[in-house]
């Protein structure tokens, strides 16, 4: 009876808080959501930045030794708990619960990035028009020193420089869409038109997640697959222009020497991080969704595949179309290449202006864009809402409920994300994407996750899970990777970026007031210092008590597998009872 009553309870629990309902949508996802901007704009240009093919061998040692580890390790956390990010520790390690609180801020700064999602949709209603913008100089934003893109074509291939002159490119996106200010000390007033495409993009993220995964699983049908449809139209497109060749050689060149410079293995680990989402919580909630048997060991090998082989495909499209830019301008392609918003807003849409149909290139260019956009932000989102509800299931999880509380979070991080769109809005997002989501958050959160399974919970408890929620026990190599290979690693980026630590500049002059220092540094360690200050404030409360009760603060007292084993439940999703609850 005792055995019956739990099942009912665990399975009414499930149903309260939702599952997939097919193996289909959790790959859909978890695909949407690992490939994004990372692969289109970011992964090209550090592969060129830092020596081209060269660059693949970091990058394919960080995949391998900590994507694909990390990877597994977090989708296992969330399969197995059933929890989201910041509840999942209670049931592993209960004192490194401020891991999880950590990735909740870091998670709050990265809903900033639907900006992007605003700027793409600006970009694109432009693309309709029947003469491009950011082509001509006759437009009320542009300026005496303004050139237009064949005036920049006709002057590259005669050499000739004109001074203090800036693109039609430059000025569309710096005068007509972001209205850029001095500096973060001159907000100025909001960009009402690009205010409506925040909106607008929180209002597409509100319907996409209002029914949590029962929602947000029908979408990524058309916001998944969609962008791999425009991917490869691109890709044909862009193989057949003039110039392609070029831009593929600068892509893939192979600079050796590359490879002995510190920065260029910092970079492939940061991207590795940024493109798996990892360290962020999102393969833990969208693995917890998933039933207790799912071969999460087979899907982290796949997901983190398709992530890799996107971003290498990615840059074909990209510097193909940048070669046939350098060609068309009598130019090589280093002048050309440009990261980031550069890369996407500047570069890509002046060279889609150069083909035949512009129009029809520039839109499909900004619907990929926007799509890939879409789908990683509501997912995220969707995990936020997700880790925020199970800290507070008796308030949320009743009927009706989760849309309100959906509906109120939009309103207010659309609210607070005015300040993002006034014409000083920039100089805060570069803030928030530096400080906020940086790369010393992403190691120190790699470092504590495995240390507190690896050390705390125990490694070989951890391998017996999964082999007992899948059927096959991860290879030793991973046991090496969680306990040794990622932490020292993890360390040792860490303290190094510390000591090499550079304040953020603007576009490499503009220089921010020490109060706006004063900020992001804030911002940065309010994710980090949340992992110590839990862990002291849990021993604090536990000085005065047992020793048994102490110790099941870092780990369970019994092996939570025989205890499944023994209760001979099926494949019931496990509740497990820590020592903390049960002393």
């Not at 495409?197 to 509100?206: E, K, Q, R």
């Not at 849309?403 to 997002?429: A, K, P």
């Not at 932490?487 to 953020?504: D, G, N, Q, T």
Request: charged residues 15%; neutral net charge; aromatic residues 16%.
């Amino acid at each position: 009876m005792d055995r019956q009553r739990r099942r009912e309870e665990r399975q009414k629990r499930a149903e309260d808080r939702g599952q997939w309902a097919s193996k289909t949508e959790y790959i859909l996802v978890v695909a949407g959501q690992v490939v994004g901007l990372g692969n289109v704009w970011r992964f090209p240009y550090l592969c060129y930045k830092n020596g081209g093919g060269a660059f693949l061998v970091p990058y394919g040692v960080f995949a391998v030794l900590f994507g694909v580890p990390l990877f597994l390790l977090e989708s296992s956390i969330g399969q197995y708990t059933q929890e989201g990010f910041a509840t999942c520790w209670t049931k592993l390690c209960p004192l490194a619960q401020g891991t999880g609180y950590g990735q909740l801020i870091i998670r709050m700064f990265d809903c900033s990035y639907i900006l992007i999602q605003a700027w793409a949709l600006f970009y694109l209603i432009f693309s309709f028009s029947s003469q491009l913008p950011w082509v001509i100089c006759e437009n009320s934003w542009n300026t005496a020193n303004c050139l237009s893109l064949h005036t920049l074509k006709a002057n590259s291939a005669n050499q000739t420089v004109v001074e203090n002159s800036t693109s039609a490119a430059v000025e569309f996106l710096e005068r007509r869409v972001l209205g850029m200010s001095g500096g973060i000390e001159e907000l100025g007033s909001v960009r009402w038109e690009l205010a409506l495409c925040l909106l607008a993009c929180w209002t597409f993220c509100y319907f996409s997640v209002w029914k949590s995964v029962r929602s947000s699983g029908k979408v990524a049908y058309v916001t998944a697959t969609f962008p791999y449809v425009m991917l490869v139209i691109l890709l044909i497109r862009g193989a057949t222009l003039p110039g392609a060749l070029d831009g593929i050689y600068y892509y893939l060149y192979p600079d050796v020497n590359r490879l002995a410079n510190f920065e260029v293995w910092a970079d492939a680990g940061s991207q590795i991080m940024f493109s798996y989402s990892l360290t962020t919580g999102t393969p833990t909630v969208l693995g917890s969704y998933n039933t207790y048997s799912n071969n999460c060991y087979r899907d982290s090998f796949w997901i983190c595949l398709l992530n890799s082989g996107t971003s290498f495909v990615a840059g074909f499209v990209i510097f193909s179309v940048l070669g046939f830019m350098a060609h068309s301008q009598g130019v090589t392609v280093d002048t050309v290449v440009d990261s980031g918003p550069g890369l996407a807003f500047i570069a890509y849409p002046q060279a889609t202006a150069l083909m035949p149909l512009p129009q029809f290139w520039t839109v499909c260019f900004f619907l990929m864009l926007l799509f890939l956009s879409v789908d990683t932000h509501f997912v995220s989102f969707e995990c936020l809402i997700t880790t925020i509800m199970d800290l507070f299931p008796k308030m949320f999880r009743k009927k009706g409920r989760h849309e309100i509380f959906v509906l109120c979070m939009c309103l207010v991080f659309f609210i607070i994300q005015l300040i993002l769109v006034t014409e000083g809005g920039i100089y805060i997002f570069q803030l928030i994407d530096y400080y906020g989501t940086t790369r010393v958050c992403q190691y120190f959160m790699a470092l504590s996750e495995c240390v507190a399974l690896s050390w705390g919970f125990g490694v070989n408890r951890f391998m017996n899970i999964i082999e007992d929620m899948t059927g096959h026990k991860p290879n030793v190599f991973f046991k090496l990777c969680w306990k040794y290979i990622i932490p020292v690693v993890s360390l040792i980026s860490f303290i190094l970026y510390l000591v090499e630590y550079k304040h953020l500049k603007f576009n490499n002059w503009y220089i921010y007031p020490d109060w706006a220092y004063g900020v992001g540094l804030t911002m940065m360690l309010s994710s980090v210092l949340m992992v110590p200050l839990w862990a002291v404030g849990k021993m604090f409360e536990s000085r005065h008590m047992s020793q048994k009760h102490f110790t099941g603060l870092c780990h369970l007292v019994e092996d939570p597998t025989m205890q499944r084993k023994i209760m001979g439940e099926g494949e019931t999703s496990v509740q497990v009872t820590t020592s903390e609850r049960t002393t």
